[in-house]
């Protein structure tokens, strides 16, 4: 995801820039919500600063009653964090060029992802005629989890189990809806690429009526019967497109969600391999970073957990 910096090279500019996305309707007091008497109360942050409201006589910062709130960090370098996160740098990367602790990196990494997850779960389905849908097995483990117990060893790298991948042999599958006209995705892990867990993907992310275009997986053999068309290509008889109208066009294939899968799975290596417990975190976050592009203030607002005010679209 771009996230230019270059109107944010002072810590002033990133103070009032973290301002304007947490209090886009101006700063006010978290406890009696009004904006005026704010009379500043302490000045040793600078440019954050301590106010006192006249009102209620609550001192309150910029960062209060937000994911933000008793942070000691200095609006640039949180503004570095979140530039870090959304642009998928390794925890540990970030840590050392921040000169911060690993670990509470790792804790906020987690805590923002979830926001992030949260938000995605509750988009509507995409608004495509035409659709593919279709599952990744990714290898992924308990990384972080001490393993004491000799009978329990942890996954060794390289998982190489064959066929369809399941939460509990550590190669969760996580499955994808692609809307062809729209360019938006959906993507979310699932305990195992059975008809049940595939067919609930869909049913969320699939308006009625819609084409889904599939491989020859059995598991979306039900799908007409929940009132979508489907269309599907072979890949095990190396069938990769058809043309079934006779336009011309190959317009039955799934080869736009493979390559998202591929971009999901160069943006999961950089990371060295993640824990399953935390994969759909990543992939939200991947899903995030490919539907808005860029940086704006409506993404740092989700990233943050921040509430929706007026004048903002989701």
Known sequence: MD??????????????????????????????????????????????????????????????????????????????????????????????????????????????????????????????????????????????????????????????RRGHGTFDNDRPPVAGVAGRDSGEARMQMVKNADKEHLEKVAADNIKEGATANTDEWCAYNGLPDLGWEHKTVCHGKHEWARDDDGDGIREVHINTIEGIWTGLRNFLRLFRGVSKHYLDQYTALFQFAYRFKSVSALVLRILLGAQPSTGFAS
């Open 3 to 160: 996230f230019p910096i270059v109107e944010l090279m002072s810590e002033p500019e990133c103070y009032d820039y973290l301002v304007g996305v947490l209090h886009p309707e101006g700063l006010a007091c978290p406890n009696c919500q009004r904006q005026d008497r704010l009379g500043i109360h302490r000045r040793h942050r600078q440019p954050v600063l301590d106010y006192q409201c006249g009102h209620c006589g609550c001192v309150f910062n910029a960062w209060t009653a937000t994911l933000l709130a008793g942070t000691h960090r200095r609006p640039a370098e949180i503004l570095l964090i979140l530039r870090g996160f959304l642009q998928g740098v390794p925890t540990a990367q970030l840590a050392r060029e921040l000169n911060c602790d690993r670990k509470h990196l790792l804790e906020l990494r987690h805590q923002l992802q979830e926001l992030v997850r949260q938000h995605q779960a509750q988009l509507a389905p995409l608004p495509d005629d035409e659709t593919e849908i279709d599952e990744m097995c990714q290898n992924a483990g308990e990384k972080g989890v001490p393993h004491p117990d000799p009978e329990d060893p942890p996954r060794r790298r390289a998982n190489k």
